[in-house]
């Protein structure tokens, strides 16, 4: 019931998406444009299939994908307040971009943010570096420790690291740089041109795929692992896969949209209260639907007429995501 | 005797500091048979945990080889391992939203496929799982909103659910009110008795376990594991060993742990059950070594609940009207 209303949430929205925005295009219009149909409106066909559509689609498939992260997340460390950002991956995201967009420029003299499509391919590629780099201490500090706990620690430690490394890099570097890394920062959907897509969108799209074939152990795995081991679970390994999956739905996301706070941890919290459910074989589908449909909200929202521009869509997931954790908190019978 | 459903040969258990041995026991014979409930007994920190884990497999053991239905268990994958031996442990769940039917489904995943779907079978032997602890009725309810004692029963239904020869269980009985430890310890006896399965349990109730189980497994740090019938414990004065402190002993004749009595005078008593079994008592627990053999002084004879005779050396007579004044005359008089 709620799968059917939640499926049509994120086609609506999907279409809102596309219709609105400093210039207002009508819904045939926009069903014109997308069914390759002739409107005689070429400024619109631009705006729909150059600008708005790939912006749609980021939204939809990133937060997808930030949901899917954030539930492994909640279920691997069986904790309330975990998200794709506690294992510090987008923060390293965040260092990778600093060290490109502080450093290098100051050091070429040419500022990175101001250099076109080469500096945009730049920061990706090192925002992916950096979250790579971190997934793999992750991964190495995995080997040493059988505690998730301890994992989180040292996941949330290497985000504290990371975050006053980008303050001494910001300290000493010029306004002009100091801005595009705040941008970058911001996060937006609309990063993403029309050739980088495909890439993006289908990474990530086998990455869900993957995730569906957790489904399972994921269940066994709220039970804790001695539990899931006991039910014929291979922890070891699931563990691994988890933090492998999350770990680069988070890095590819953060790459191409700059840090989305949030959407990750208050997605799956929403879809439990609306599934009335902690199965995954309903969540994991549920999550999906969701994390879609929110960020193509809040994609909507900050691009409101009057707000275009000045509304970083961070600042929309952060406005909506704080009161859904401060409510489940509240609302969690028991303690968190 | 029954067949052999689990097995440990030379068995070490405990822990490893700095890849150093730490050994809380050594060189363990121990067997599970089919349709017998075994409990683990001993104080904390003897190692009962430690060696429910090793046997489930959650902790390494330190030297030695389980076998679980004739073979190996480092041998045998997660899978098989899972439709061998099923446990009940002492970790909290919270799962939010979910239903105590969930939860007892759970113990069908070993059997499912990679999306878990269940079929008519699975079904049936959740339900089965269900009827059998006595909780079908409660199938839909929140598993956050059941107390302890029920959660417990949930926990078994999944075990059971699991079907598995080899069930263990670390303090089932932990943390329930006393009507429910007895609840519990029946189903877990039943459970053995009717469908043959093999079951291992940990526990402090050790009055209640003297009188369930088959076996008995005596376990305590620096002393070696003992294992027998519960009678054979008791006469041979195992349990005593185990269990003796310098205020309480376990006493061979009325199946109980008793206080030692503290200023050690002699008093006979006499009279009619069940009135000498809680006047006995009443005594004891001021101090008194009662004795009902012989006749001498001091004495006391019960003939009914209000009609209480004592009699002292000097040959003076009291009568009391219940036991409670004929404690507090004998307390001011020691």
Same mark, same amino acid.
């Given at each position: ?336 | ?11 070490? #258990? ?36 430690? +060696? ?41 769940? $919270? ?28 079904? =049936?032997?959740?339900? $089965? ?22 959660? $417990? =029963? ?21 943390? +329930? ?10 189903? +877990? ?96 627990? #001021? ?14 004879? #019960? ?7 004592? +009699?002292?050396?000097?040959?003076? $007579?009291? =009568? ?10 004998? =307390?001011?008089?020691?």
């Amino acid at each position: 019931m709620w799968m059917a209303i939640l499926m049509v949430g994120v086609v609506f929205l999907f279409l809102l998406n596309l219709t609105t925005g400093s210039v207002s295009i009508p819904f045939q219009g926009v069903g014109k444009i997308l069914l390759g149909w002739e409107t005689g409106m070429s400024t619109w066909e631009n705006i729909v299939i150059k600008s708005r559509l790939p912006q749609a689609i980021t939204a939809l498939i990133a937060g997808s994908a930030l949901a899917v992260s954030g539930l492994q997340m909640q279920t691997l460390f069986r904790n309330p307040l975990a998200g794709p950002a506690v294992l510090g991956i987008s923060s390293g995201a965040s260092l990778g971009v600093a060290l490109v967009l502080l450093i290098v420029s100051s050091i070429s003299g040419i500022a990175m943010g101001a250099s076109g499509a080469l500096g945009d391919v730049g920061v990706t590629i090192a925002a992916f570096l950096g979250a790579l780099g971190v997934l793999a201490l992750i991964m190495l500090a995995a080997r040493y420790t059988s505690s998730n706990t301890v994992l989180l620690i040292i996941g949330i430690m290497i985000g504290y690291a990371s975050s006053s490394l980008v303050g001494i890099l910001k300290f000493y570097s010029t306004a002009a740089d100091l801005k595009s890394y705040v941008i970058w920062g911001l996060g937006s959907f609309s990063n993403l041109t029309l050739p980088e897509l495909p890439f993006f969108a289908v990474t990530l799209v086998l990455l869900m795929l993957v995730s569906l074939f957790l489904i399972k152990p994921m269940n066994l795995y709220m039970l804790g692992e001695n539990y899931a081991q006991n039910l014929g679970a291979n922890v070891k390994m699931i563990r691994v896969l988890m933090i492998l999956a999350s770990g680069f739905l988070v890095a590819i996301t953060t790459a191409f949209t700059g840090p989305i706070a949030f959407l990750g941890l208050a997605v799956p919290h929403i879809t439990r209260n609306l599934l009335m459910s902690s199965d995954n074989r309903l969540l994991l589908p549920g999550v999906i639907l969701t994390g879609a449909a929110v960020a193509l909200l809040c994609n909507f929202i900050a691009r409101l007429p009057g707000f275009e521009g000045a509304l970083p869509i961070n600042s929309v997931t952060s406005i909506i995501g704080a009161p859904i954790v401060i409510w489940v908190i509240l609302k969690q019978k028991g303690g968190v | 005797m029954n067949n052999t459903t689990l097995q440990t040969r030379n068995l070490a #258990i405990g822990h490893r500091a700095n890849k150093q041995p730490q050994y809380l026991q050594r060189g363990l014979h121990l067997a599970l048979h089919e349709g017998e409930l075994n409990c683990i007994l001993g104080p904390n920190g003897a190692g009962k945990s430690t +060696l429910i884990k090793t046997l489930a497999g959650f902790v390494e053991a330190l030297e030695g080889e389980i076998y679980l239905m004739g073979a190996p268990r480092t041998e045998r994958s997660f899978k098989k391992l899972s439709h061998l031996m099923s446990v009940v442990l002492t970790d909290r769940i $919270q799962i939010p939203h979910s239903r105590v039917l969930d939860i007892v489904g759970m113990g069908r995943y070993p059997y499912t496929s990679i999306i878990g779907r269940f079929d008519q079978h699975d079904r =049936k032997i959740v339900v $089965q799982a269900l009827k059998r602890v006595g909780i079908e009725e409660m199938k839909h309810r929140f598993f956050d909103e059941l107390s302890d004692g029920e959660k $417990q =029963k949930v926990m078994i239904a999944k075990a059971l659910a699991q079907d598995t020869p080899v069930i263990i269980l670390d303090e089932p009985t932990a943390f +329930l009110d006393f009507p429910s430890k007895i609840e519990v310890m029946q189903i +877990l006896l039943g459970l053995a008795k009717d469908t043959g399965k093999s079951v291992l349990m940990s526990t402090h109730d050790v009055e209640l376990a003297l009188q369930v189980a088959d076996q008995i497994w005596l376990m305590d740090k620096g002393k070696e594991l003992h294992t027998g019938s519960p009678e054979d414990l008791v006469l041979n004065n195992v349990l005593n060993y185990f269990f003796e402190k310098d205020y309480i002993y376990f006493d061979k004749y009325t199946g109980t742990f008793l206080l030692k009595t503290r200023n050690g005078s002699e008093i006979y008593t006499d009279g009619p059950q069940p009135y000498l079994f809680w006047l006995n008592k009443a005594l004891s627990r #001021i101090g008194f070594n009662t004795t009902e053999k012989g006749v001498g002084e001091p004495r006391v004879v #019960i003939k009914a609940k209000d009609d209480i005779l004592l +009699l002292l050396p000097d040959k003076t $007579q009291t =009568k009391f009207t219940s036991i409670e004044s004929l404690i507090s005359f004998l =307390k001011n008089e020691v």
